[in-house]
């Protein structure tokens, strides 16, 4: 395959990854909904930036360092599945953001976002397919820097989609207890979604 086409082979994959739910959409769909489009975006931005990071930091090697250990990938597996438990649980419980209710709750901060991508299941998932399958798109490094690039701006665009709709329905869901029923059912989303981590257990 050609190195265009391998280009636009990964343009097409990482969209398509990308855009499909998993943690971090539900996350912002649940955060726009919650908070609105403005405050979730240091949310928006430690997906996009913290993901593309990663596409990087596995791309010139880090990775072969955790993948070298598979008690490490261990670790990090199930340190990801106890925090996607926790903020399961944290979504089920938020009802509508309140302004007149000071320092309770918030949307993820930019550096949680962040941080979050080294132990979210799919992320992985993607971030190894990426180094992996389309490295012939260009010589190294220019590969990892054409993969970085487009992951940043195809996280930031799935990114933004999703908490835009979160916060476009707000309006049909005005009271708190749809509010409430909605976050549950995004929960479940995200439990549903360890379903990989414990089917290789």
């Known amino acids: ?19 499909t739910p998993g943690p971090n959409n ?26 593309a990071f990663m596409v990087g930091a596995v791309g010139i090697g880090f990775g072969a360092v955790i993948l070298a250990y598979p008690t490490l990938q261990t670790l990090l597996k199930y340190a990801g599945a106890g925090y996607l438990i926790y903020l399961a649980w944290v979504i089920a419980f938020s009802g509508p953001a309140r302004p007149e209710v000071g320092g309770k709750g918030g949307p993820m901060s930019f550096w949680g976002a962040a941080m979050f991508q080294w132990i979210n299941v799919k992320g992985w998932i993607i971030v190894i397919g990426t180094v992996t399958a389309y490295a012939a798109m260009a010589q190294f490094p220019w590969n990892i820097a054409a993969q970085t690039a487009i992951s940043l701006v195809l996280g930031a665009l799935s990114a933004m989609a999703w908490a835009a709709s979160g916060t476009a329905l707000r309006p049909l869901l005005a009271s708190e207890r749809l509010v409430r029923v909605f976050n549950v059912a995004m929960a479940l989303l995200l439990l549903a979604s360890l379903y990989p981590v414990f089917a290789e257990a």
């Not at 395959?1 to 855009?19: H, N, P, Y």
């Open 26 to 51: 539900v996350m912002l769909l649940s955060s726009g909904l919650t908070y609105g489009f403005r405050r979730t975006l240091p949310h928006i931005a430690g997906v996009s930036i913290g993901f």
């Open 1 to 19: 395959m050609a190195q265009s086409q391998l280009v636009w082979a990964f343009v097409v994959f990482a969209a398509v990854m990308l855009i």
